[in-house]
């Protein structure tokens, strides 16, 4: 199978497109042909070893998280699925990752695609998925609750846009002002253009904050929170606890794999009430290509997918 590796961490260049033997569904494991895998902030960080202090990868190393693509083979002890399923994947930070055309991982980390999702979307709610249904589970959001989510245009925080909306919030988002119809269009009710005003200077009162950005938002974001108001981070780096100085909770949502999160994600986008995010797609051959897109922050309105 073709596949994207590296030896080393460094600069996108240390990726290599490369030959590799086919993986086997061993029991309990589907073997799923990929047709498409998301290219995600974490997998470039990860490459370039930012996370080094966190994760000591295994060498050579397949990247990405995700995965989506049909059942070729199951193992034994697989009851769940069958070869010609549509399916995604979540792939282990120490296991062969997504960037291949072939991957094999446990049935409890696949769920099947809906029929009204095409492979490529349901890839781009994968990763991106799992991580905003997660971050609302931990912030608990409800009904009538105001929602502040930075990068709204994002993979990540458009679809914290449409859950919240979904689950009745009152949604604030900010992003770039070229991206303010497009989240409003998202389910936003008020969209703050980061790049022409102040959301610090704005808003108040807020009774749960997103942050996916860390650093200076991360520390303006206290003074927008009500007493008792909720600061939810994600892969949010650097960040300062001033909970006790404010009088709000914060709380890292650690995204990890769950089949149940990610059968809820789907089953919503196969329900129209979630409409997944592709930004771009790039053939898996361009994988350090789309590794320095993702660096220069060129990416946005969604999931940046390689595509076999």
Known sequence: MKAIQYSEHGPAEVMHYVDLPDPVAGPGRVLVKIEAASVTPFDWKLRAGHLKSHFTLPMPSVPGRDGGGTVVA???????????????VTAGVFTQGGYAEMIAVDEKNAVKIPGSLSTVEAVALTNAGLSAWIA???????????????????AVGGLLVQLCHHLGARVTATCRSTNRDYVLGLGADQVIAYDREDFSGVLKEQDIVFDLMGGDIHDKSYKVLKKGGHLVW??????????AEFGVKVTRAMVTDDKSALQA????????????????????SEAAEAHRLMEKGAI??????LVM
């Open 300 to 305: 946005s309105r969604g999931r940046l997918i």
């Open 265 to 284: 994600m789907m089953d919503l986008a196969g329900a129209g009430v979630i409409k997944p995010q592709v930004a771009r797609t790039m053939p898996l």
């Open 136 to 154: 609302v589970r931990t912030a608990e959001v409800k009904s009538g609750d105001k929602v502040l989510v930075h990068a709204g245009a994002g």
């Open 74 to 88: 199951v193992g034994d002890g697989v009851s769940e699925f069958r070869a010609g399923d549509r399916v995604v």
């Open 234 to 243: 994600l892969v949010a780096d650097p960040i300062r606890d001033r909970s």
